[in-house]
């Protein structure tokens, strides 16, 4: 099955710095979306972003299809950011996501 | 906010006993989904319903059943619960048309004792 990579696993960083969270994946995709698992569990969508570039206030993603990867962009970090970033993709759009191991971002006060 | 519930939100059980979980949505979506989530594995997909009646099965179905009498309800099922189900579950939608795009709902945490 398809395999999804992301990097880095842990991220840990001072309130108003930015980061640069990536994911690769091993085959051509026809859905790929960034999720915030916050500390409560919760699942917040952030982008549905197969190709191109989307932008959501201090949130912004990239994927590059052909080559095969996506990288979201937080900028001026907050607290309330922390928590888990995963990124899912699917080969097929209406089959399962298959998900990436996450990147677990702290912002420190 | 997608309208997506589950119920319970939590449930402890004992080894053997069995279980239903419950997902219920308001978007009249057409695709439904269950995953679960533990660490080190990420989310993976159970099983799976692309309408009424229709299901399928995902990554790691062994011991799970489901049912989708109706476009709103997806019924996960534990036969027989054993402690490796221990898990946090969580429910999908997509609309399967203009957009393939899943939202997910809160989660129940289920333990087996």
């Known amino acids: 099955g398809i395999q999804v990579e992301q990097s880095p696993p842990d991220l840990i960083l001072q309130e108003g710095a930015n980061s640069t969270l990536r994911c690769n994946f091993s085959?051509?995709?026809?859905?790929l979306q960034w999720f915030h698992q916050n500390p409560w569990g919760q699942l917040i969508n952030l982008f549905y972003?197969?190709?191109g570039t989307k932008q959501n206030g201090r949130l912004s993603a990239t994927t590059v299809a052909t080559e095969r990867y996506s990288l979201l962009y937080i900028s001026s970090s907050q607290t309330t950011d922390s928590g888990v970033y995963f990124c899912?993709?699917?080969?097929?759009?209406?089959?399962?996501?298959?998900f990436g191991t996450g990147t677990r971002l702290t912002i420190i006060p | 906010d997608a309208g997506i519930t589950q119920s319970p939100r939590h449930k402890v059980t004992e080894t053997g006993t069995p279980v239903t979980l419950r997902c219920h949505q308001t978007?009249?979506?057409?695709?439904m989904y269950w995953y679960r989530q533990d660490p080190g594995h990420g989310l993976r997909l159970i099983h799976y319903?692309?309408?009424?009646?229709?299901?399928d099965k995902g990554e790691v179905s062994d011991g799970y059943s489901v049912s989708r009498s109706k476009t709103e309800d997806f019924l996960l099922t534990l036969e027989s619960a054993t402690s490796s189900q221990t898990s946090v579950y969580f429910c999908?939608?997509?609309?399967?048309?203009?957009?393939?795009?899943?939202?997910f709902g809160p989660g129940t945490r289920l333990t087996v004792t």
């Open positions: 999908a939608i997509s609309q399967g048309t203009e957009s393939y795009e899943q939202y």
């Open positions: 085959d051509s995709v026809n859905n």
């Open positions: 972003i197969p190709s």
């Open positions: 899912a993709v699917a080969i097929f759009g209406n089959e399962k996501l298959t």
């Open positions: 978007e009249n979506h057409r695709y």
């Open positions: 319903s692309y309408g009424v009646k229709d299901t």
